[in-house]
């Protein structure tokens, strides 16, 4: 079955650190473009980073640049989203997504991060 | 960065019935290298992630019923669901894969009346 499955998501205090991990299964992530989108409780949908195959190209948005890293290991087929000085505005679902080009094709379940203290 | 803004913010609609759902993009989301046009539709169902529905504005992804399509084109773009079904009750996202920073769509919420 082709999914994605994260893990690392919990409480955390503002200021502190948290590493995000996806699993993917029934498909090679070496072929993909791989992002991380976050969605805040009862909020729309915002992306955060994308990685490209190989790792050469990294992108984010703005409000993470500085704090936030994402890195893959292809070997492994797993993404990771590695989240430093973390704030209360940081807390959402973090889903793990697939690209197609940049196209989201492929949403995990999510993994849920809250800061607070 | 490229705005996506949504009309309506919710919309109840009766079985059977139409659901329209409007995007605009702040600037045209046509790739000129690609000739096509990178903007997508998402339905996101209470409880669950989001999940492809549309993709270049107008081609379904695989295993989307036909009920659902998209139309439009440069910076105007529509989500019609046409004979509305019990599991179609969701928030459907617009989103530019155009350029970065990538961006969405506030959401419309579709309800049954």
């Known amino acids: 079955e082709v999914q994605l499955v994260e893990s690392g998501g919990g409480l955390v205090q503002p200021g502190g650190s948290l590493r995000l991990s996806c699993a993917a299964s029934?498909?090679?992530?070496?072929?993909?473009?791989m992002s991380w989108v976050r969605q805040a409780p009862g909020k729309g949908l915002e992306w955060v980073a994308i990685i490209k195959q190989d790792g050469s190209e990294k992108k984010s948005v703005d409000s993470v640049k500085g704090r936030f890293t994402i890195s893959r290991d292809n070997a492994k087929n797993s993404l990771y989203l590695q989240m430093d000085s973390l704030r209360v505005e940081d807390s959402a679902v973090y889903y793990c997504v697939r690209g197609s080009g940049w196209l989201q094709d492929l949403w995990g379940q999510g993994t849920l991060v809250t800061v607070s203290s | 960065d490229i705005v996506m803004t949504q009309s309506p913010d919710s919309l109840a609609v009766s079985l059977g019935e139409r659901a329209t759902i409007n995007c605009k993009s702040s600037r045209s989301v046509f790739h000129n290298s690609y000739k096509q046009t990178f903007l997508g539709w998402y339905q996101q169902r209470p409880g669950q992630p989001p999940k492809l529905l549309i993709h270049?504005?107008?081609s379904r992804a695989s295993g989307v019923p036909d009920r659902f399509s998209g139309s439009g084109s440069g910076t105007d773009f529509t989500l019609t669901i046409t004979s509305l079904q019990a599991e179609d009750v969701a928030v459907y996202y617009c989103?530019?894969?155009?350029?970065?920073?990538?961006?969405f769509g506030g959401g419309t919420k579709v309800e049954i009346k």
């Open positions: 270049g504005a107008t």
């Open positions: 029934g498909f090679n992530i070496n072929n993909y473009w």
């Open positions: 989103h530019q894969y155009l350029d970065s920073p990538l961006t």
